[in-house]
């Protein structure tokens, strides 16, 4: 197994462009979500998903869209990058069950100039 | 929303020592799941250990431990003979049980190990 696995890891934007995150596990895991990490605040999280079809929001929603059309793929969208929005993204997942692990992605650095 | 809070920022120990890293957390839910990542330079983040909230022992893997106060809300890690691999930051977390997937991170403490 791959894991989780997000690209690219590395990514610089301009004010107001846009772009898409990726995000694939291949553990067929229900559940998957986007935080960001910022120095000295640890991880929000940013927008979840409880399976293909369904997502909502969490702490920091704003400036974000999500969709999961599969079980194995959870894009985070910018919509309007701003420099606010530069960060460290991580995609994390895990099964349905309540006392599973959730296994994270090895991040993207994203910086808005 | 819960609230995790880490109170040190940093901390160093000795190679072979033992330490114990703080966190307390704010919940009016009985059953919960608590957490404790290690992030090293890689930025990787790695589960180091869990404790359920109904389990009155202590979670152990290995050289780490915890110590679960319910009634206090605190969940503090101890690592004893530390190694140099253990240098990392560390994040506390928590998760209710009914709920879709929503954890709540502490902001860390960055553990250097001294040789």
């Known amino acids: 197994n791959a894991g989780v696995t997000q690209t690219p890891k590395f990514q610089v934007l301009k004010t107001g462009q846009s772009m898409t995150l990726q995000c694939a596990q291949d553990?067929?895991?229900?559940?998957m979500s986007w935080y960001r990490q910022d120095p000295g605040m640890g991880l929000r999280l940013i927008h979840y998903?409880?399976?293909?079809?369904?997502?909502d929001q969490g702490e920091v929603p704003n400036g974000y869209n999500v969709s999961r059309s599969t079980t194995e793929d959870f894009p985070l969208r910018l919509l309007s990058a701003a420099p606010s929005q530069t960060s460290v993204y991580f995609c994390?997942?895990?099964?349905?069950?309540?006392?599973?692990?959730?296994?994270f992605g090895p991040g993207t650095r994203l910086t808005v100039l | 929303a819960q609230t995790v809070t880490q109170s040190q920022p940093e901390m160093s120990v000795q190679e072979a020592e033992t330490v114990t890293l703080s966190c307390t957390y704010d919940?009016?839910?009985?059953?919960?799941?608590l957490f404790w990542y290690k992030q090293p330079p890689s930025r990787q983040m790695i589960l180091v250990i869990r404790?359920?909230?109904?389990?009155?022992q202590n979670a152990t893997e290995n050289r780490f431990s915890v110590n679960f106060q319910k009634a206090a809300k605190s969940f503090s890690l101890k690592i004893s003979d530390s190694q140099l691999g253990d240098a990392a930051m560390y994040f506390c977390?928590?998760?209710?049980?009914?709920?879709?997937?929503?954890?709540?991170f502490g902001t860390g403490t960055s553990l250097t190990v001294i040789p």
């Open positions: 553990m067929n895991h229900e559940y």
């Open positions: 994390a997942s895990r099964r349905q069950g309540s006392a599973d692990t959730q296994y």
């Open positions: 977390a928590y998760r209710r049980v009914f709920t879709g997937n929503q954890f709540y």
């Open positions: 404790q359920e909230a109904y389990k009155q």
């Open positions: 919940t009016s839910e009985s059953d919960y799941y």
């Open positions: 998903s409880v399976g293909a079809g369904i997502t």
